[in-house]
Structure formats: structure tokens, C-alpha cells
């Protein structure tokens, strides 16, 4: 196999690649069946994965698809329309993709926007509990004061009432 037969580094979609256990049918004579290196889980994917590079469905990390003896990616060449129609696809998906993105970019700064606001406001909502609090710890001191001065005039006036 030549170098213009390989495809490494390409990641998969999830489409192609399927769980042994969750394949829901029969494997078919062209799938291609195998074990994750990383956790022994059993994979299949569809021959058109030979050579790419896809996420285990168990341990997520990156394993390349075994490409079968005898056959070279040049086995799996398409139509030039088959692949217009799926590269036009791709640019849709991408496009789509990007303006989520951007999307999503915006939201997060609109975000991160509003939690320094709330921020804020609740900073300054602490500082004004806190004038509360000194505000009603003086308005207790006052009351505490004003009983013990009517205490001792109530005694004073007890006095001057009883007979002596």
C-alpha cells in the first residue's frame, strides 16, 4: 500500500463506527470487526473506515480502524458525484457548524457579561446589608440605652412615690 492509500488522522463520524453489542443486527461480510487497543471493547465500522481514525464508543480515546488484509483505500474510491454530493454536504455541515459557534461564542460573552453584573449588583447588595446591619446594631444600642434610662427614672419615681 501507498502513501496515497492512507487516510491517518482522519477522524470518523460516529455514523460509521458502531459498539459490537449495539450493532442490532448482523455484522455484514463487509464490515470490518475489531478490538480497541486502549480497553479490548469490541468495535465494527463499515469498510468504507479502513485506515481512519475513530473514537472508542467504551474508553473514548482515539484508535485507527485495521485495514483489512489485501485491500488498499484505493479499493473504496467513489463516483465523482457521490462525492460532490457528500463534500457538498460537508460544507453544509460545516457552515452550520460555524455559525453555532459563533453563535455559541456570543451567548458565552453575553453570559460572562451578566455574572459580572450580577457580581456587581450583589456586591453592592452586601455592602447595603451591611449599613443595614451596623444601622440596626445602633438602633439596638439606642433601645438598649433608652430602657436602662427608663428603668432608673421608673425607679426614681417609684421612690419619690413610696412613703419613706
Excluded at 468504507?48 to 473504496?76: F, N, W, Y
Excluded at 461564542?105 to 460572562?112: D, K, S, W, Y
Excluded at 451591611?130 to 438602633?139: G, I
Aim: glycine share 6%; with cysteine; hydrophobic share 35%.
Amino acid at each position: 500500500m501507498d502513501e496515497d492509500d492512507t487516510i491517518e488522522g482522519t477522524q470518523v463520524s460516529a455514523e460509521l463506527a458502531a459498539d459490537v453489542d449495539d450493532q442490532g443486527g448482523e455484522i455484514r461480510d463487509t464490515d470490518i470487526v475489531f478490538d480497541c487497543p486502549h480497553c479490548g471493547h469490541g468495535l465494527v465500522i463499515d469498510y468504507r473506515g479502513a485506515g481512519l481514525v475513530i473514537t472508542c464508543v467504551q474508553c473514548g480515546k482515539p484508535v485507527q480502524v485495521p485495514i483489512p488484509e489485501g485491500m488498499h483505500l484505493s479499493d473504496l474510491d467513489q463516483d465523482p458525484e457521490n462525492l460532490r454530493k457528500q463534500l457538498g454536504n460537508l460544507r453544509t455541515a460545516l457552515r452550520a457548524a460555524e455559525d453555532r459557534e459563533r453563535d455559541l461564542v456570543e451567548e458565552l460573552a453575553e453570559l460572562r457579561q451578566r455574572c459580572e453584573d450580577l457580581d456587581r449588583e450583589n456586591l453592592q447588595r452586601l455592602h447595603r446589608l451591611a449599613e443595614l446591619r451596623a444601622a440596626c446594631e445602633h438602633a439596638q444600642r439606642v433601645i438598649t440605652e433608652s430602657n436602662n434610662i427608663l428603668g432608673r427614672m421608673f425607679d426614681m419615681i417609684q421612690s419619690e412615690i413610696e412613703p419613706k
